[in-house]
């Protein structure tokens, strides 16, 4: 179906999140529920809203980077990583919580720390058919051959029982693979208590390589190297397969476990060094941002010639969202994004009663102001549309968390 939906952030409705957004250890997750999060991935995979997520991940190693510089772009590589994933993955978790109509279903985080020490992660069980499905072979292609998200069943693949495929435009085959232990390592809680004791977000050259002095972007992205080691870099290279393609890697469902214990990292960094608005760097003004940085660029602002690097700053907006960054770092309880908690691993998961019937009367109460002008707002699916504004039912989702600015 369509929907009529502007295209300008600055005129969507805002949603109203009462309910809370319970991010829970993959393995605290109750089999029944884990059940509606994969029906929910597959839902939102067959109306294409998956795959165009994917397309836009890839896509963003070409937004905001410099002419003469490749490796600091509009999510990767610089100190917009963290807040761009962040803003990422929840627009993923928007759309979950629309298809399943579950406006409290989480993504659930996959605490790599708990596996690094069982056999190097290769015996953990989120890599059985009861959670993510196998992790390839480190020998062949590295096509799954069990579990819900394997590719269509095949000779080679008969316990397939899954549909999951990836599609032929991204150029890196149909079949979901990974390769798990074959390069890269699982971080150790060790490695991460060292990352967390850094106290500045980042520092010069604001890039993929090592900051001067070590930052905590750079470290935990994978970048600083040394006693930090390769952090949320080596979790994508120990997977494999469709992981390890830096463009494509959230073409595996995995993906996003994976970035939410690296949000849900940053939000304990956050809260432990009081880091958010004002102490992100680089600032609007920085002066550690030189003519010496690569890809800086003489701006003017106020009158004043200064050094900024593309997509970068705070005041920045993050491209394609149209979301400042400075919205995606403040504390949690001012969360432009919406009300997002992460549980400890070992919490009891706990079901949160849903009032259906004031969320009906809300969509109802929404969708009779929407018809009143429907040319500022989105209207619901199936009601009367303009040719002009008629857009694919993914930008509704991939509105939603601009719409909660």
Not at 131 to 145: A, C, H, I, K, V
Not at 250 to 260: K, L, M, Q, R
Not at 315 to 323: A, K, Q, T, V, W
Request: glycine share 8%; hydrophobic share 35%.
């Amino acid at each position: 179906d369509d929907v009529v939906i502007t295209q300008d952030f600055s005129v969507v409705k805002k949603f109203d999140d009462k309910y809370e957004t319970r991010r829970y250890e993959l393995r605290d997750v109750p089999i029944e529920q884990w059940v509606l999060y994969v029906k929910a991935l597959y839902a939102i995979k067959a109306s294409r809203i998956y795959d165009h997520l994917v397309q836009i991940h890839a896509e963003s190693f070409e937004l905001a980077r410099h002419p003469d510089i490749s490796t600091r772009t509009a999510g990767h590589g610089g100190p917009s990583f963290l807040p761009w994933h962040r803003a990422f993955i929840r627009m993923f978790e928007k759309c979950l919580q629309h298809v399943s109509g579950d406006p409290t279903m989480g993504i659930p985080y996959w605490d790599w720390t708990l596996d690094a020490d069982k056999d190097g992660g290769l015996e953990s069980e989120v890599f059985s058919d009861e959670y993510f499905g196998p992790g390839g072979t480190t020998t062949d292609n590295g096509f799954l051959s069990s579990g819900v998200f394997c590719g269509s069943p095949q000779e080679t693949t008969p316990s397939c029982v899954g549909s999951w495929y990836i599609p032929e435009s991204f150029s890196i085959g149909i079949n979901l693979r990974r390769q798990i232990g074959r390069e890269g390592a699982l971080p150790t809680a060790a490695d991460l208590e060292t990352i967390m004791q850094l106290t500045d977000y980042d520092n010069q050259p604001f890039m993929n390589k090592p900051s001067e002095p070590p930052g905590f972007r750079c470290a935990l992205e994978g970048w600083q190297g040394g006693e930090f080691k390769s952090a949320h870099n080596g979790v994508h290279q120990w997977v494999g397969g469709t992981m390890f393609n830096v463009f494509y890697a959230s073409g595996d469902p995995i993906f996003f476990s994976h970035h939410a214990q690296v949000d849900r990292l940053y939000h304990s960094w956050q809260a432990l060094h009081e880091c958010y608005v004002d102490c992100y760097r680089p600032q609007a003004v920085d002066p550690g941002v030189t003519s010496d940085v690569t890809g800086a660029e003489e701006v003017e602002i106020d009158g004043e010639l200064v050094w900024r690097l593309r997509g970068q700053h705070v005041d920045d907006l993050m491209e394609p969202f149209g979301i400042p960054i400075a919205d995606m770092v403040l504390p949690d309880n001012e969360w432009k994004v919406g009300n997002v908690v992460y549980m400890s691993p070992g919490s009891k998961f706990e079901k949160q009663e849903i009032d259906h019937k004031k969320d009906d009367k809300d969509s109802s109460d929404s969708s009779k102001d929407s018809n009143k002008d429907d040319s500022n707002t989105p209207a619901v699916p199936g009601t009367a549309s303009s040719a002009s504004n008629v857009v694919p039912v993914i930008t509704l989702c991939l509105l939603m968390v601009a719409a909660l600015i």
